[in-house]
């Protein structure tokens, strides 16, 4: 494969991107201009139960919710029953995003954009849902139907999890749903709306650039093969140069003790002696589809989170004392899991870094790094271990 042969094929496909952004795609959406497409909690949470929780005829028969229940596959003969929408619905052991239940069908709903699994998730849902004495599902969705995590739904019977997506059953039920809406109404326009803001997010716009046309030869099949391993080989490089520039920048800010991986960064903030063992309360910026910032615990020489229940029980009045001087700091959407507690890292922009899609905001990297990791840098040591510095053993 000589590199004319890939220079042609790069040549041609920067053409079609041009081409591509000069026309009108669902990128031009309101929660695409507000950079709110993947707030799965305050965004898509809402408009999805806006939309569930309201009755549009008499005799309900095009309720919006009446299609969700069919394009989910809720057994027909419950579907006209009277149902109960449930937004985060609290139980002993969770929250669930959506509770639709009927008087002897019950359906879980857990979404997930960005963030992972909780520790044995499903399966509590799954709890929840046995104690109803009723038919149950579990629906796990996602932005294009991916599996929850082993350990999450570990122990449920799998005829009743099931694995739905924003990109075939949200974007069905909401076509199916303009369907029975006049065009020149409201109703319709939020639709619309709405269904251009998730057809952006999952990448399924109507008129998306399709180049495989451009691998008719096995020389171009080739050179594609050869940009897709490069891709690859360079944005491990990136995920390794922005651990290492952030790491710098915290060294030179922090005296805490700060060690950089290929794979993370970890800041020592203060320590405890405990039955002849060491154990360090830190802070660690890492990848697990996104870049998050988590506090937690560990034991010396190991690498792992210990659980925050058994933090508690092993050292109470210092596990307390952390706690409480992390949300003293006020960071913004800090949010307990676990083993950690833990806060999505923005950029400049104050977009989230999806490594996992390599989003436009992780691309940019090659070309930012210096802003972004100093950016990135700079605010982790102002909003979190700055106020914490007094505390690190010295």
Known sequence: MDNEG????????CQRRKEYMARETSAYNILAAIGRERDEAHVHSKIIYFLLDRTYDEDGE?????LFLRKIQIPEEHINSPWRVCREQAFEEGRIDFVLESEKFCAAIEMKIDAGDG?????????????KGKEYRIYYLTLNGSAPDRQSAGGIDRERLFQISFRKEILGWLQMCMDTVKEDSYRYSFLKQYDAAVRHMTGWDDEGMDVKDLLASTDMAKAALLIRDSF?????????????NVGDVLKKKSYMETV???????????RIEYRKKTYHFIFELAIEDCLYGYFGFVKQSEDDFIPLAD????FPKFYHTCLERIRALKLPKLKQAPHTLWYYIENTRGEKLNFKENSDSVLELIDEMDIQSQYIGLGIFKNALEPLQKYAPR
Not at 311 to 314: C, G, N, Q, S
């Open 119 to 131: 520790e044995r998730q499903l399966e509590r849902y799954d709890r929840f849902c046995r104690k």
């Open 62 to 66: 095009n309720d919006f919710l009446r």
């Open 311 to 314: 933090t508690e029980k092993l």
């Open 6 to 13: 890939i220079e042609n094929l790069l040549k041609t496909v």
């Open 260 to 270: 950089v991986y290929s794979n993370c960064v970890d800041v020592f903030i203060d």
């Open 232 to 244: 690859e080989e360079k944005m491990e490089e990136v995920r390794e140069d922005l651990f290492r």
